[in-house]
């Protein structure tokens, strides 16, 4: 019998700036979307939704959020976006009122079914601060949120990753007070994943009882020194893949597997439970 997959397919950091500046000086971000737009639109299973984890642009500037969108809309799949700390909440509203998931409340959280997966979107942002921290109100939510669907499997998405990766400057500003989600998510084994953002490297880890899961960024090739920094560049090699992609096979999840690969290498692992 043929299932049907949920894909689910993740980009981060995109960093966009407006009239055609360059990223941090080097990287030509606002190409390198268009790049990874048409690679996300010819993507075979077609993905069902798209989710961005943040760092949208780069100084949270409406002119930025207004590049983006019209970048988004060469986009032929639904998309989600979620605020990371380079992002402005009102900006980020403002240039997608028709996103009304985002129009609510002080904190960008939300929460979406997609072919049997949910999504639970947490705003780690903090306004002017590169560091990301979950308040008591987002844990409950997110606490209720988990125990409202405990059979569904789930994706829980925040652009901070709540662990430590070894690189000083960036364990600086990562989530702060971690043991509080995991607190959460280690109650839920319905959370398959954490997905995150924020380090431009792709990196996986055990957390909570799941895996936690960092996407790489895009970053253009060309120019100089753009994709080749050393250790601790914010450009390292490795960002120079795709995000990844999670494929999810909806209904028995517990014989089913769940794949992760990025768009350019489809080397995967299997999850089997139950
Ligand atoms: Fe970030």
């Known amino acids: ?4 997959p949920t894909v689910i397919a993740q980009i981060s950091d995109l960093h966009i700036k407006a009239f055609g500046r360059l990223s941090y000086k080097q990287v030509d971000t ?16 077609r993905p069902d939704v798209v989710v961005i984890t943040g760092d949208l642009v780069d100084f949270g500037r409406p002119e930025e959020y207004q590049t983006l969108r019209e970048a ?15 992002d402005d909440r009102e900006a980020l509203r403002a240039a ?39 308040d008591e109100q987002q ?6 949120a988990l125990r409202e669907a405990a059979d569904q499997p789930t994706l829980v998405m925040l652009h901070h990753p709540p662990f430590a990766c070894g690189i000083a400057h960036m364990d600086r500003q990562r989530l702060r007070h971690p043991e509080a989600l995991e607190a959460i998510i280690v109650r839920h084994p319905q959370v398959e994943r954490v997905l995150c953002g924020h380090l431009h490297r792709s990196l996986q880890t055990r957390f909570a009882g799941t895996l936690a899961c960092v996407a790489p960024r895009r970053v253009a090739s060309g120019g100089s020194g753009s994709a ?7 450009y390292s090699g490795a960002a120079r893949l795709f995000a990844p992609l999670l494929a999810a096979s909806a209904g028995e999840w517990s014989r089913i597997s769940a794949r992760l690969a990025t768009f350019r290498d489809p080397g995967h692992f299997t999850i089997v439970r139950g």
Do not use: C, K
């Not at 988004?72 to 605020?83: D, I």
């Open 1 to 4: 019998m043929s299932v049907q």
């Open 30 to 45: 606002h190409a390198a979307l268009l790049q990874v737009i048409d690679t996300l639109n010819a993507l075979q299973p």
């Open 72 to 86: 988004l809309q060469r986009l032929q799949l639904p998309f989600y976006l979620m605020a990371g700390n380079h």
């Open 96 to 134: 997608f009122p028709d996103h009304t998931y985002l129009q609510a409340g002080p904190t960008l959280n939300w929460q979406l079914s997609v072919g049997g997966v949910r999504l639970l979107a947490l705003d780690s942002s903090v306004p002017q601060q590169p560091w990301g921290e979950v």
């Open 139 to 144: 844990l409950q939510w997110l606490d209720q």
């Open 228 to 234: 080749s920094g050393g250790a601790g560049s914010l």
